[in-house]
Nanobody, 115 residues
């Protein structure tokens, strides 16, 4: 079992920055992939960014160059630093991980970008 707790969402203006954190209930050093997904109203949940245990990252095209995912295994935490935010980044952001054979999700944190 892994519990994921997100924090750091909120309201930000267009062009602003915001950082999200996700604390895991177990040591993440043994977990390969962790990531962030988001779901906007009326849309399907989409992958935003993932990071492997070795530090390899992957981003959806729409956030490349603006978002940075990182992890600190000593703190069992994964981060998402978001900059140059756009209204289309507005969504509920979910922390995610997979530990065989289960998928785990956080409760979600709202990010709203206002123009």
């Amino acid at each position: 079992q892994v519990q994921l707790v997100e924090s750091g969402g909120g309201l930000v203006q267009v062009g602003g920055s915001l950082g999200l954190s996700c604390a895991a209930s177990r040591r993440t050093g043994s977990i390969n992939t962790m990531g962030w997904y988001r779901q906007a109203p009326g849309k399907q949940r989409e992958m935003v960014a993932t990071i492997t245990r070795s530090g390899s990252t992957n981003y959806v095209d729409s956030v490349k160059g603006r978002f940075t995912i990182s992890r600190d295994n000593a703190k069992s935490t994964v981060y998402l630093q978001m900059s140059s935010l756009k209204p289309e980044d507005t969504a509920v952001y979910y922390c995610y991980t997979y530990v065989y054979p289960n998928h785990y999700w956080g409760q979600g944190t709202q990010v709203t970008v206002s123009s």
